[in-house]
């Protein structure tokens, strides 16, 4: 009887936590339309999500990568590499939408490195995904010697600067992204195998659930990600840089912390990280609209992760 | 005699819903190896645990060397002269013996909070050497044998000037060659007027070692005697009491002739090598003490552990890498620790009891949420679950819900072979009932089942025919109605006995 | 024994002398004098902040803060100086910033109990954001001649960068085996729950670790700035952490922890040191050396991962 009535106290909490975030949202909207009139515009929204695109996209796999227990540093490496890779692709001759194949390519390869090591090798994930950062960063100046590469034809553009209905063609893309992953995790097998290596590796292990293949998707499909990120960036911004994605896995991380990702596994969910990515995109427009600089707003995502895992408890 | 050195008067200890002790009275004097024995669950381990720390007593009072006392917690115990050795060692692997000694203690620091080293590795060394240790001290722990390592814990002990020394289960993790040096060490501490509580199963160990001995049995004390005034049929008969008889369903069939599984010379470890077979409808129990050998046969049968040997299945000679193979050549592996290996406790009763077939129910790349749905609810009928739907989180149940999520997952998978290990540890009388039932139940239905349990009532009550193991071996084979639970310990403690010992 | 101690930095001082041969095939300037004086000049700052790494590590922990805590110590002493302070009031001061980040990053871990990782992380981000918060984005180069010691000034002939980078290796040397916390480091790092079974503060200690790792951080940082002359907050430091990172763990330092000392991280710094300026004189890429320190690091966990498997395969043996 008891268990039950805990149960059910419980269950509101979750529906808390969700209103926590809308609540904190909308604060912050408030707030900052006070600050700026340009802010509660519709063209400044679909800038906002013209510019959350590739944090969105890599937070999708970050989300499912720390509720399996692990994490994943590289990812801004690997969009900086597929970037460049696509830059280069496209110079040596080929077609941009081969060049974009390349791209996603050479990301999943990443990916697939630290899969193998970190789900094959089980060797720790922080440690291996930091060697894989230091190293692509190392490897993109080697490719191309820090110059950027630009001047792609415009058909590519209509990924990262068209908009359909007003709306940019990226952020669809975005949403419908989440969509699929939300979908996904909650309708197929994989989904459920994810919750569990987070909560309890030897059980799923025990039940007889490839969780080497498991973990080894997971890195995969970061790398993808990640990869795609880069592909949507250098439509964005037209030029593909040695720097590119430098510094992206704070935005993320903090996404998909605040959103109510479990730094220890096991618990999280895709909305969650959706209202995360949303609080820290338009916190950084708002920011951006008053005039503080770009370092000074990492010192607030910084404290926001120290307060957001601050309140997990083990 | 002289005076006792420790004395516990009245000691009961209370858990929510359980009585682990109950008044036990308990008297240890200088210079004596006193045994505790008692069955799994007769209260030792809870005992012990007061003593060194761990628990507070609920009731009842502590007195060592004439003063009333309170462990705060095992440091502080220990600062008072009492010290426990673990089954598993809590040594620094990194660090030299003389310095898991003497770790972290002001009497080896010198004016200035240097550390002495030569002080600290010739009082280790000293120490080592007044027990036969026969180590170097600077030399690192993990590069020491398990006795050594042994031996360096029991000099950390000393080194509190302990005057009582617990020491639970010393010979399951030794070499049979090295528990006579560790005997030697166990008489010289003797000599030197130290205390010893010595918690073991085995009888030959208890007659070779110990001055006198208590049983315990249900949280109460039954005696304390010396070694000389029992015999191991009396201990044996003191530790069991009266059967609890009618836990236990009354077996119709007792398995077919057809054979189900068969193992041919499959290997435990680098030395050890086992074969038998399991036939339809059997429960094959399989028994033995710590370290013997019980849970790799379980490891290797469901592929969590590699090794050499055949095993047939149904005739067919099948190779089990991994538990996925296991699980497609029907075999289910119920673990013994459900918290760690069986369940994942913060998920619900559906995704647990669906887990091991969510490949089956997915139809194209989706799940089929009906037919998942349909299992869950069928196993959690089938097994009488009680919670209010399949959405419930696992770890708001009772530890005997659990285990039946745990058992109802396996049978999901519609099993040819279900080895079950421990399969009603922790759970209470009525759900061990109805556990029993159910495991009966099955083997009427045909299915072979392979019981591993250190819990001797439930072997015997069990098993159609049971397989005595030590370190390593099939000792002895015992069949239904053959044994009860003397025979069995015995052969279980002391393989080498003649067949006409057996009365 | 004390000899199988000596045998555990072998492989790092062979292969640091392999390196270095290589290199001296590979172009007769390297082994030149004063380029072995400028190889050991550019390692100073790496040398000291690996001190302070090698302890963290030895606890099983991590920090990436240190690049960041380099980063804003070097521009409040550039601030500092630009007020008017004397060189030596200033470094002071600079230290006591790197003893608060410290006390930020021991908080959070030792106290508040959340993963290294993540507090490290954050504050990677929040002192680099203080640091260009306050100088303002632009260049911090108005160190006077006075401040220039610290960075460029000999001692008795030696350099002082360097006589820094030994003082504080031997210090930290003797600290690890000759005092009880130094000890309680390799104990923590080594079993945890023995250590809190033997009454060992686990907390304590972690907490003085990441205040040591600060105040090594700022250290460096002093002769950072006074060696360069010019600190621009939104670089500087930028990769130390990892590559001090991959210094301890290529010195035989293993990332669960327990494992390591202060000797063989030296020579793990020298070495990177040696493979980047090596790679500059070779007239191989300059774009090679982060690719290279990158790979180290896998290569370093690679080899720490074999070690554990072969531990735990001898262990294997045992029934049960």
Sequence with gaps: MSTSLLFRAIQPFRVNKMLTLLLLFAAMLVFFSTRSPYFLTFNNFMNVLNQMVEVGLIAIPMTLVIISGAMDLSVGAILGLSAVSLGLAYESGMNIWLSVIVALLVGSLCGSVNGYLIARHRMQAIIVTIGMLVMLRGMIYVLNEGRPISGYPEPFYFLGQHAIAGIPVNAIFLIVMFLIATFAMRRTRFGTYVYGLGNNEEAVRYSGVPVVRIRFTLFVLSGLFSAMAGVFLVSRLASAEATSGTNIELDVITATLIGGTHIFGGRGSLTGTFMGLLIIVFLRNGLNLMGVSVLYQSVILGILILIAVGKQKV | ?503 | MRRALEIREAPIVVFTFMVGIFFSLMSSSFYQMDNVELILSQITTNGIVAIGMTMVILLGGIDLSVGSVLALVATSVGLFISQGLLPWQAALLGIGIGVLCGIFNGYFIAVMNIPDIIVTLATMFIFRGLAVGISGGTWMTNFPAAFQFFGQGTVLGISFPLLMVIFFAVLFALALRYTPFGRRVYAIGGNKSAAKLAGMSIAKTKFMVYVYSGILASVSAIIFASKVGSVQASTAGNNLSFEVMAAVLIGGGSIFGGVGTIVGTMFGVLLMGMIKNGLVIAKISPFWVDATIGFLIILAIVINTLQRIRQSKKREGDLV
């Excluded at chain 2, 308990?26 to 809870?46: I, Q």
């Excluded at chain 2, 660090?95 to 010198?110: C, F, H, K, M, V």
């Excluded at chain 2, 129910?361 to 949420?369: A, E, H, P, V």
Aim: glycine share 8%; hydrophobic share 40%.
């Design chain 2, 1 to 503: 005699m002289s005076q006792p050195i420790l004395t516990m008067r009245g000691i009961s200890k209370r858990f929510p819903g359980v009585k682990a002790l109950e008044e036990v009275d308990f008297e240890l004097y200088p210079g004596e190896v006193h045994a505790l024995m008692g069955e799994n669950g007769a209260g030792k381990s809870t005992l012990m645990k007061i003593l060194s720390g761990v628990y507070a007593p609920t009731e009842g009072t502590i007195r060592l060397k004439g003063r009333d006392v309170v462990f705060h917690n095992p440091m502080n115990a220990q600062r008072q002269g009492v010290s426990i050795i673990h089954q598993e060692f809590n040594l620094f692997p990194n660090l030299s013996a003389a310095e898991n000694i003497y770790i972290d203690r002001p009497d080896i620091t010198g004016r200035f909070g240097f550390i002495k080293w030569p002080k600290l590795v010739r009082e280790a060394q000293a120490l080592i050497d007044s027990i036969g240790g026969g180590i170097d001290v600077r030399r690192e722990v993990q590069h020491l044998g398990v006795h050594s390592q042994q031996v360096v814990e029991i000099a950390k002990a000393l080194s509190f000037r302990a005057d009582v020394l617990i020491m639970d289960e010393p010979s399951a993790t030794l070499p049979e060659n090295e528990v006579q040096n560790m005997f030697e060490v166990v008489r010289r501490l003797r000599h030197q007027g130290v205390a010893i509580v010595y918690v073991s199963h085995r009888m030959k160990e208890i007659f070779e070692i110990a001055d006198k001995v208590t049983v315990l049995r249900d949280g109460k004390k039954i005696d304390t005697r010396p070694i000389g005034e029992v015999t191991e049929q009396k201990l044996i008969r003191m530790m069991v009491g009266k059967e609890v008889g009618n836990l236990y369903p009354v077996r119709i069939t007792e398995g077919q002739p057809q054979q189900v599984l068969q193992v041919d010379e499959m290997s435990l470890d680098a030395s050890h090598k086992v074969s038998f077979e399991l036939h339809k409808g059997e429960i094959l129990g399989l028994f033995g003490l710590v370290g013997s050998g019980t849970h790799t046969v379980a490891e290797r049968l469901f592929g969590l552990r590699k090794g050499t040997g055949d095993v047939y299945i149904l005739g067919k000679k099948v190779r089990i890498g991994s538990p996925l193979e296991a699980i497609s050549h029907k075999v289910a592996y119920v673990p013994p620790d459900r918290h760690r290996q069986g369940l994942i406790k913060p998920m619900t009763i559906c995704q647990n009891l669906s887990l091991n077939l969510l490949k089956d129910y997915t139809k194209g790349m989706l799940l089929d949420r009906k037919r998942v749905k349909q299992v869950s609810e069928t196993y959690m009928q089938k097994l009488r679950v009680k919670a209010p739907n399949d959405q419930h989180i696992v770890d708001f149940l009772s530890g005997g819900n659990q285990q039946k999520v745990v058992l109802g997952k396996w049978l999901a998978t519609e099993p040819n072979i279900l080895i079950l290990e421990e399969p009603t540890r922790g759970v209470d009388v009525g759900a061990k009932a109805e556990i029993y039932q159910i495991i009966h139940q099955l083997a009427e239905g045909g299915l072979s089942i392979l019981l591993i349990s250190s819990e001797m009532p439930e072997v015997i009550g069990m098993s159609d025919r049971i397989l005595v193991m030590h370190k390593g071996e099939f000792v002895h084979e015992f069949r239904r109605g053959e044994v009860d639970q003397e025979q069995l310990l015995k052969r279980a403690s002391n393989p080498r006995l003649h067949e006409e010992a057996v009365p």
